[in-house]
């Protein structure tokens, strides 16, 4: 079973970037599709952005186009979610997902002044 592991929440006032990072071991994760979800309090968890297995085509919610960008390196065997210009409505929780994995606790960002 895969297991992916988030880190690289924070806080940040709005306006700034982080970096997420999804790490697996055990697994070569340029096999799998990887998505990115978040969940704010009291919603569900919404899709932000995938990258493909094969051709390394990427998906973004409309919501964080142009700001967000999400890419892999798999010679660290990890898959990276840059986000830039974030907003206070970025604020959530963060996970990554193979479609055989199952979800993990996830990593905090919040953005506020």
């Known amino acids: 079973q895969v297991q992916l592991v988030e880190s690289g929440g924070g806080l940040v006032q709005p306006g700034g970037s982080l970096r997420l990072s999804c790490a697996a071991s055990?697994?070569?994760?340029?096999?799998?599709?990887i998505g990115w979800f978040r969940q704010a309090p009291g919603k569900e968890r919404e899709g932000v952005s995938c990258?493909?297995?094969?051709?390394?085509?990427?998906y973004y919610a409309d919501s964080v186009k142009g700001r967000f960008t999400i890419s892999r390196d798999n010679a660290k065997n990890t898959v990276y979610l840059q986000m830039n210009s974030l907003r206070p409505e970025d604020t959530a929780v963060y996970y990554c997902?193979?479609?055989?994995?199952?979800w993990g606790q996830g990593t905090q960002v919040t953005v506020s002044e």
């Open positions: 990258i493909s297995s094969s051709d390394g085509s990427t």
């Open positions: 997902k193979a479609p055989t994995s199952t």
């Open positions: 055990g697994v070569t994760l340029d096999y799998y599709a």
